[in-house]
Every structure is written in structure tokens, then in C-alpha cells.
């Protein structure tokens, strides 16, 4: 019995104690020490036998098997007492036995088990303790039956908190607590460059800097990338992710299957891929002998070296990660403005973040000195490096969110708790006349205590069984509705745990308000009649009250701010339309579309069958749209312009369009001319700005001036700006408002397509956009089907997800409360009818009666108003997302609107109470 | 007149016979006996043991030299002997009645 852990022991002895205190003394303390060594040998003997199927070891599992034992234990003791208490009556005495029996059952003596006179021995006592069971059972949910108008708005309630509770707790957990699968997750850090506050992704020659100066245990670049893998039958778009050496044993997480053998230098063999779990699944059939396999990736052949495993889902949606090797030209210093790679670093052990952080701005501090050029640029710009522990970098969105939507389900437990007590506790007032008569006539008070304990277990597990469906029901809708951010917990899990604390809040609200104050009023001396505590229990009944109401503000004002921020988000000017337009997507392999010219032509072909369906008006392509979340921009330099010290180079965001491309997407031209089909390889070099562009660098008219992003080339290509345009939000849609530049693409030539198709009042279905790619390259997928306008939601469904729900969290509390309200003041007027009664024979006019009551119910609102804002206050204060956006002058707006929507709920609570104490005749309540 | 024992007393009894035995042992001992039908856990067991005690069927013994000072054993008085015999002979008796030897010659028939 020594061989499990003291803790183990201690924690099962108590079980056993807790069980043994059902039994009578005398039985408890001569059997106990033998019984906890009984228990010690089962649990050997348990752990000898061999278990089979998980079923078997779950149930002879040490701590279900001291449950099982803990539970036997306390309904023997419970037998026990009952056959004790069977027997100390007399047999012969019926007549107290029928009477007490029938106080405490409701019912007369009709046990199967009364004792038998022609029969000499004593009846057996488990029948009759069962019987008794049974019959407090039925009794209970006869009472709970009877009064279906105070029992089911407890339920609801406590249901409803639980389930949301249960539900939003489970997800925080997942968010919160180690939320990525890998090994010593909180060492792994991201490393970017950073503009200031701003962060961007490094450049090859910043990351070999880094790796150089080697702080770290290890450190891993990846660039998020999209290929075309071809299957038997059809060609597939999947995300990839190109990865340098190292990256997975920087996470530290081993293939599943295979290694993945990564190139580490240009000589070696870089045609290699890992595949995800997902992918070995789904396009492989879950093939044991897939390493070694050569497929096709874009359109090159290249050998499946590894399979990771499916906890792997870094970067979140790649299903293949390629190598990645840099040769001399991505590694030189100019092109140290091509800043793309994502990169994860392992930190040393013993390594102090601070310490870290210190190294990687040393590293960039050296940087500044090798380009010359750029240096006065980068100074001024706060140029640096920094690193982020990884998960805070990729769930820090998630996580604020998480928090933000638990406590407000924290919250609505609360006063859903707290509401269901001040319920229960009037039902106990009204009852307590009841259980003291049945005490007087000589109810055991045992009994009357099992039946108390019954009832309210009765109704914390109604609530529970509601509440865990609910759950479940949610859990299931949820799963497939949350924003992306918090898409990676779509498996949306139910926490064992949470489940539990929300469980035993039911319980403990259920006994401490509905149990115990019944038991001890049942228990209390006859000749107060019911005046004892009233007052004290009254004002706790306020007290609760006025909590309830302070909370449902503090909810509300967090509404009133989310509804803020949200409204802010969607009336942003987009600077483009969403509306019936829709967007795909289109890679071409280098090894197809080797150059501009094929690449061009290619678009163009594309474009013009687009074009040549009826209902589309325009449609055009470029590198990339507005939201989906890429970025490419770097410095230009205009004509004449000459670094001066404290200037920045200029720099913008570059986009690379065809021609039609304003037209199609709604943005307005400000001055000079669109692109056109005229604007060639062998036309002029044109370039367009945006308007943020035009108003920073040239003032006073942008036409006709000229740039270059190279000017150290001989010749310098100069590029005339003949238009200027609308600004468009890009990635969030609550960024930095960056410049932006527009190429044409008959001047470039992309190879990552994105069409963008505008055909008013109609959508275009993927199957016809993949016909049409399959006449021109049947190779070639469409991926990213996807109308503007759910981009555009995508885009604000996180603040509209967190506003729907705290709303609707708010709502049920401002219902919580006007119910609490409401229930509150009907007792006091019920308990005070005698007074009003005598008021309004004294004269008291029925007007100053109602205006007592209202008065009564507006206390307590004003009260909770007071608190709540207090509280709602300090927390919105120190809330970084709404701080910004939320001022001092709108927070009070938003205080105002909430003190008018609780004191008229609370008025309409206060009302139908009112109106019963106004209605007193005092003729009635002087009689009674 | 004694009441008739309770089929878990008589097997409880019957544990005895050999000798005084603890709490598990005796636990032990009805699997055996019963090809595993009888299984008492913690709460059961000693409250039978404490009811046949009060019966004066069995006695408890003081701690013993056993290497555990929690057992205690529990050892048939004669008063016990005599009523699981007076229970045996009854079924004894019960069993060379005609009827039940048809019923048991039909079952095994």
C-alpha cells in the first residue's frame, strides 16, 4: 500500500472519511481504521488484476474504484442510520410511526415494510429506507412540479449561465493554456523587423545575420507559399510554407513517418517535400510506403521525404512544407528591402528573454552600417529587430478575445447564480411555514433534510443536465461559426474541468440558497412565527439584488463599447467596393510560364474569356487584393529627390494590376489618367499612386512627375505617374493608412493571379471559373473562390463575434435582473401587505403606496448603476483594444444610454409589484 | 426463537469455520466460496459483521500480531456454530424434501 504516493493516500483516505460520516457514530469509530485498511487491500488487489479494454481500466482505475468504494460506504452508512432509526421506534408504537412518517412523506403510512406483527423477527430495514427514498423523491418533484413559475426560471437561468460558462471557459482554456503543441512551446519566439511599433517580416540577409550571431538554441525561416500539386486524377491548390534547415527541429517536432532530410546548401538535392498528416490522408490514401514517392509540385518532380504528424499545423494552413536555400544574390545586402521571411527562433536555455531581445538589436544595429544607402532611411524609420514568444504572436488576437468573452460568461454565471439564489431564497420564505409545521407534528429532521438536500440536487441537476446539452448543442453550432483567429480551436472540445466548476456552482448555489436557509428556518423556534431574520434576510435579498444589477451595467457597458468599436470598423471608408464582386485565384508554375511574356499572355487570354461572359461588366487581375493579407512595398526614390538627413526614402506598398483593375474593384481616380492597353514593355514605364502617396511626397501636384526603385541602375528606368487614385484599406482594415503604388501589369508580368470579377446582381459560380481555366490550361487550378464581400466580413467577424456575444450575454443579464427585481419586491410587498394595509387605512393615498414600492425597486437599480459604473469604468480603462478607441466623452455617452435602459427596465420591473400594493384594501389585510 | 440467517450471514458464518479471519480475508473467502457471486465491498461487509456481532454469531477479537495493527479478526462464537449448523440441517432437510429433488433431478435431467 506504500507503493502509490502519500498524496494518492491522503487524498483517498478523506474520500473514505467523508463516506465513513455517514454512518452512525459508534459504527464509524469502531470500523474505521479497518475499513480504510478493507480499502487499502481492494486497491491492491485492483491494481493486480489484469484490465483488457479501456472500459475495464477506466473502471478499476485507482480513483474510480475509491469512488465506487467512497459511494458503497456512504449508502450502507445511510442504511444503517435508517435501520437504527426503524428500530429505536418502538414496533408496537404505530401510531407516533404513522404520524411522524406521514409529516415527513407527505403521505400515510403505506411502506411495504411496517412492521408485521405475526412475525416475530424485524423486517428487513433497506427496503424501508429505499421506500422512504423513493417516496422524498417523489415528493420533491411533486413540490418542484407544483410551482413550475419560480422552479423554471431557476433552471433556465442556472442552466443558460452554465452552458455559457462551460462553453467559452473550455475555449479560453484552449487559448490560453498552452494552445501550441509543441515541446517547450515558451521558448520558441518569432524574430521580425521592426519600423518603430511596426512589424515587418526579415529579408534572407537579415536572417543570415541572425543566424550568425547565433543566440539562440536554434532559429528557422519560413515564407508561406501556394503550389499546385498534381494527384492521379485532378490538381490540387494547396497552402505550402518553403522552410530553411532546421525549422522542425527548431519546433521540435519529429516526422511522423520518414525524416525530412532538408537541403542545407545550394549543391545539395533540394527536390524534397514533408506532407502534412491531413494531405497523407486525403491525397494519399494514408499509404504506408509513401517516403520515397515522387510527385509533382508545380509541375516538378520532387521525392515525399517525411510525413509530419498531425499535431503539426504550423504554419496554420500549410499541408506541405518545401526546402527553402538561399543563394548569393537573395543573400546580398541590396536586397535587404525584400523583407518576407517569417522567422522562429528556440531561445538558449538559461537565455533571459531580455537577453534575447538585447541580441537580435545588436544584430539589426549592425545592420544600419552595412547599406549605406538605406541607412538614414532606417535610422529614421526606428528600423530594428525584435523577437515575440510565438504564441503570443500568433494568438494574441485570440487571446484578448477569449479573455473578453469568458468573463463576460463568468459574469452572467454569476448573476445567473446569484438571481437563481434570491429565487430560491423567496421560495424558501414562502415554504418555511410549511417545513415548521411539519417539524412541530415530529418530522425527523433527518428526514426533512435528505428531502431538502433532494430537491435542490433535484434542481442543480435539472439545470446541469440543461445546461450540458446546451453546451453540446452550442459547442456543435460554434464549432463551424468562429472567426478565423479562433479557427484553429474548431475542434471546440468541452473542458472536463469547466464543466465541473460550472456544475458545482450550480450545486453549491442550489444548497446555499434553497437548501440551508430552509433547513435552518425549518429548525427555528416555534414562537418567533417566522419574524426571526426576516430583516437581515431581506436586505441580503437587496444586497444580491443590487450586485445583480451592478454586473448586468458592467456587462452592458462592455456592449455599449464593443458596439462602439464595431460600428467605428464597419462604417471605415473601405476606399472599394465588396458588392457583387468576387475574386479567385490562379499560380503559374515558373516551369510552364518560364517568362513575362508567357505570363502576360496567359492573363490576358484569362481576362478577355472573363470579360466575355454576359453579366460580368469588368474584371482584371493583380498580384494580390485589398484584405487578403499579403504585403509587398519597399522604397522608391523620385526624380531629383536627395537623401537629407532626418528624410526618409520614400517608400509604398506595391501593387502590380492590370489594366480595368480601378474600374473592377469600385476605387475612385482622383486625377490624370487609368492604366491601359497601350501601356506595354514597349510603351513609356507608367506608374499610378495612391492618394496617401500624392499628399506626402508630392503636395503640390503628383501628374507628370517621375520615380525609379533603382538608382543605381544604368540606365535609370524612370516611371511617369499619370494617374492618382482613391486609398484603399489593405490588410487590417484599422492599419496605418500606408501609400500605395500601382505597376501595370503589361509592364511586369505576375505569377500570382488574383482575378477579381465584378458582375452586378449576379455571382459567378467556381465551377464556371474552373471550365474556363481548364479550356486554357487544364493544369492549372483556381483556388481562393471567394466573394469580396465575405472577405469583407471575414475581415470584421472577430469584433462582430465578440459583440454578438456580449450583447447577448448583456441582454440575459438585464433580464436576470429585471426578474430579480421583480421577484424581490413582490415578497416585500407580500410580507408588508399588513403595514400598506394599515397605511392606506391611516390615509396613505394609493399613489404614495405605488411611489413607496417604485421608489423601493429604483434603490436598488441607482445603487447597482453606481457600482457597476465604478467597476465598468476601471475595466473598459484597462482594456488595450478599447482604450483606443473608446474616449472619456462616449464612455459617458455610453453610461448614460445604460443608466436609461436599466432604470426603465428595472421602472417595468418595479410596476406590476406596485400596482399589487396599491390595490391593497386595507378592509382585507386589517381582517386577516 | 431465533430468526432463520440471511443467506450472506450463513456464508459469512461458514468462512469462519476454519478458523478467525479479518475483514478482507473474509471478503476474499466468499469469492471463493461462491465462484465469485458474492463480492462485499467495505460498507456491506462490516455492517453484516456488526449486525452478526450484535447476534452474538461472531466476536471480534483484539488487535492481533499481525503485521497490520488496523485488523482485527473476527472468530465464530458457539452460539454462531450452532446457528449456522441449525441453518445447514434446514436446508439439509429442505434439500431431501421429494418436491425439491424432482425440481433439481428435472434441472439436471
Known amino acids: 500500500m506504500s507503493e502509490h504516493p502519500p498524496a494518492a493516500r491522503r487524498t483517498r483516505r478523506w474520500w473514505i472519511r ?417 417545513l415548521r409545521t411539519r417539524a412541530l407534528l415530529g418530522a425527523q429532521p433527518f428526514r426533512l433534510a435528505t428531502q431538502l438536500l433532494l430537491e435542490n440536487t433535484l434542481i442543480a441537476g435539472l439545470a446541469g443536465v440543461l445546461g450540458l446539452g446546451l453546451a453540446l448543442a452550442l459547442a456543435a453550432g460554434l464549432g463551424s461559426a468562429l472567426p478565423s483567429e479562433l479557427a484553429r480551436f474548431q475542434r471546440l472540445d468541452l473542458d472536463l474541468q469547466a464543466l465541473v466548476l460550472t456544475l458545482g456552482l450550480v450545486l453549491l448555489t442550489t444548497f446555499l440558497f434553497g437548501a440551508l436557509p430552509s433547513w435552518a428556518g425549518s429548525r427555528s423556534d416555534v414562537s418567533s412565527r417566522g419574524q426571526m431574520g426576516r430583516r437581515g434576510l431581506s436586505r441580503l435579498r437587496r444586497v444580491l439584488v443590487t450586485q445583480e444589477i451592478a454586473i448586468a451595467v458592467v456587462l452592458l457597458l462592455g456592449a455599449g463599447a464593443l458596439l462602439q468599436e464595431f460600428t467605428r470598423l464597419s462604417s471605415l471608408e473601405l476606399g472599394f467596393e465588396v458588392r457583387d464582386r468576387t475574386s479567385f485565384r490562379v499560380t503559374l508554375p515558373s516551369s510552364a510560364y518560364p517568362d513575362r511574356e508567357s505570363r502576360r499572355a496567359f492573363a490576358d487570354e484569362l481576362l478577355s474569356d472573363v470579360r466575355s461572359w454576359p453579366e460580368v461588366r469588368h474584371a482584371a487581375a493583380a498580384d494580390r487584393l485589398p484584405l487578403d493579407g499579403r504585403r509587398w512595398g519597399g522604397t522608391f526614390y523620385p526624380e531629383g529627390w536627395t537623401a537629407a538627413p532626418g528624410e526618409p526614402t520614400p517608400g509604398a506598398e506595391f501593387n502590380v494590376v492590370t489594366e480595368d483593375y480601378f474600374a473592377t474593384l469600385g476605387i475612385q481616380r482622383l486625377e490624370g489618367r487609368d492604366l491601359h492597353v497601350a501601356d506595354t514593355a514597349d510603351g513609356p514605364p507608367v506608374v499610378l499612386i495612391d492618394r496617401v502617396a500624392a499628399e506626402r511626397y508630392w503636395p503640390d501636384g503628383a501628374v507628370g512627375r517621375r520615380i525609379t526603385f533603382d538608382r543605381e541602375a544604368d540606365p535609370v528606368q524612370w516611371r511617369e505617374i499619370v494617374g492618382v487614385v482613391e486609398h484603399v484599406r489593405r490588410e487590417e482594415l484599422d492599419g496605418l493608412a500606408r501609400p500605395q503604388v500601382y505597376l501595370p501589369n503589361r509592364q511586369g508580368g505576375i505569377r500570382d493571379l488574383t482575378v477579381a470579377v465584378f458582375a452586378p446582381g449576379s455571382s459567378i459560380s467556381a465551377e464556371r471559373i474552373s471550365a474556363t481555366l481548364a479550356r486554357l490550361d487544364p493544369s492549372l487550378p483556381a483556388f481562393a473562390i471567394e466573394p469580396l464581400e465575405q472577405k469583407y466580413q471575414t475581415a470584421v467577424s472577430l469584433p462582430r463575434y465578440r459583440l454578438f456575444f456580449v450583447s447577448a450575454f448583456a441582454a440575459t443579464a438585464l433580464i436576470y435582473c429585471l426578474l430579480g427585481v421583480y421577484s424581490v419586491l413582490s415578497l416585500t410587498v407580500r410580507q408588508r401587505r399588513p403595514e400598506i394595509g394599515l397605511r392606506v387605512a391611516l390615509g396613505s393615498s394609493t399613489r404614495s403606496v405605488m411611489f413607496r414600492v417604485l421608489g423601493d425597486g429604483l434603490q436598488m437599480t441607482g445603487w447597482g448603476l453606481v457600482l457597476g459604473t465604478a467597476v465598468g469604468y476601471a475595466t473598459l480603462r484597462s482594456l488595450e483594444g478599447l482604450r483606443a478607441t473608446t474616449s472619456e466623452a462616449s464612455f459617458w455617452a455610453i453610461v448614460a444610454s445604460v443608466a436609461g435602459i436599466c432604470l426603465a427596465a428595472c421602472a417595468l420591473a418595479a410596476v406590476v409589484p406596485a400596482r399589487s400594493a396599491a390595490s391593497t384594501h386595507p378592509a382585507t389585510t386589517l381582517r386577516s | 426463537m431465533t430468526p432463520p440467517l440471511r443467506p450472506v450471514d450463513l456464508l459469512v458464518l461458514l468462512t469462519l469455520e476454519q478458523g478467525a479471519r479479518h475483514g478482507y480475508g473474509i471478503r476474499q473467502d466468499l469469492l471463493g466460496i461462491s465462484d465469485g457471486a458474492v463480492a462485499l465491498d467495505a460498507g456491506n461487509l462490516y455492517r453484516c459483521l456488526n449486525r452478526l456481532q450484535r447476534q452474538g454469531l461472531l466476536e471480534r477479537e483484539a488487535a492481533g500480531n499481525d503485521d497490520d495493527p488496523r485488523r482485527r479478526n473476527y472468530r465464530l462464537t458457539e452460539h454462531g456454530r450452532d446457528q449456522a449448523r441449525s441453518e445447514l440441517r434446514r436446508l439439509e432437510r429442505l434439500l431431501a424434501n421429494r418436491a425439491a429433488r424432482a425440481l433439481l433431478a428435472e434441472a439436471g435431467g
Not at chain 1, 22 to 37: H, L, N
Not at chain 1, 65 to 86: H, K, P, T, Y
Not at chain 1, 183 to 196: I, K, P, S
Not at chain 1, 420 to 427: E, F, I, Q, Y
Open chain 1, 18 to 434: 467523508w463516506a465513513l460520516a455517514f454512518f452512525p457514530r459508534d459504527f464509524r469509530t469502531t470500523y474505521a481504521e479497518e475499513i480504510q485498511d478493507f480499502v487499502s487491500c481492494r486497491l491492491t488487489e485492483a491494481s493486480e488484476t489484469p484490465a483488457y479494454t479501456l472500459l475495464e481500466r477506466a473502471c478499476r482505475s485507482r480513483p474510480a474504484l475509491v469512488l465506487r468504494l467512497a459511494v458503497e460506504l456512504a449508502a450502507n452508512g445511510l442504511a444503517e442510520r435508517c435501520s437504527r432509526l426503524d428500530a429505536a421506534r418502538s414496533p408496537t408504537d404505530q401510531r407516533s410511526r404513522c404520524q411522524s412518517a406521514a409529516v415527513s412523506s407527505g403521505q400515510f403510512c403505506h411502506e411495504p415494510n411496517a412492521v408485521q406483527p405475526n412475525h416475530a423477527r424485524l423486517p428487513h430495514r433497506r427496503p424501508v429506507m429505499i421506500a422512504n427514498l423513493t417516496l422524498d423523491l417523489r415528493h420533491a418533484w411533486r413540490s418542484l412540479r407544483g410551482q413550475p413559475a419560480t422552479l423554471a426560471p431557476v433552471v433556465a437561468m442556472l442552466a443558460l449561465g452554465m452552458a455559457a460558462c462551460t462553453l467559452f471557459f473550455s475555449l479560453a482554456g484552449a487559448v490560453l493554456i498552452d494552445p501550441l503543441p509543441f515541446e517547450a512551446a515558451d521558448e520558441l519566439m518569432t524574430v521580425r523587423n521592426r519600423y518603430g511599433d511596426d512589424r515587418t517580416a526579415l529579408s534572407p540577409p537579415d536572417f543570415q545575420d541572425h543566424l550568425r550571431a547565433s543566440g539562440f538554441a536554434s532559429l528557422a525561416a519560413w515564407t508561406p507559399s501556394s503550389v499546385a500539386l498534381e494527384t492521379r486524377d485532378r490538381v490540387l491548390q494547396i497552402e505550402a510554407a518553403r522552410t530553411t534547415p532546421g525549422f522542425f527541429e527548431t519546433l521540435g517536432v519529429a516526422a511522423a513517418l520518414g525524416s525530412p532530410g532538408w537541403p542545407t546548401t545550394q549543391a545539395d538535392d533540394q527536390a524534397v517535400v514533408a506532407i502534412s498528416h491531413d494531405l497523407w490522408v486525403t491525397a494519399f490514401g494514408s499509404d504506408p510506403d509513401v517516403i520515397g514517392q515522387t510527385i509533382r509540385v508545380d509541375r516538378s518532380p520532387f521525392t515525399i521525404s517525411a510525413v509530419m504528424p498531425s499535431s503539426l499545423e504550423f504554419p496554420r494552413t500549410a499541408s506541405i512544407w518545401l526546402p527553402l536555400v538561399f543563394d548569393a544574390d537573395q543573400l546580398a545586402d541590396q536586397n535587404r528591402g525584400n523583407e518576407y521571411l517569417e522567422a522562429v527562433a528556440r531561445l538558449e536555455p538559461g537565455v533571459s528573454f531580455a537577453q534575447a531581445t538585447e541580441l537580435v538589436e545588436n544584430t539589426a544595429a549592425n545592420v544600419i552600417e552595412l547599406v549605406p544607402d538605406r541607412a538614414s532611411y532606417l535610422s529614421d524609420n526606428g528600423w530594428s529587430a525584435g523577437i515575440t514568444p510565438l504564441d503570443e504572436h500568433e494568438f494574441s488576437e485570440a487571446r484578448s478575445s477569449a479573455w473578453m468573452l469568458s468573463s463576460a460568461a463568468a459574469l452572467l454565471m454569476i448573476i445567473a447564480c446569484v438571481n437563481a439564489g434570491v429565487l430560491l431564497m423567496v421560495r424558501t420564505s414562502r415554504r418555511r411555514s410549511e
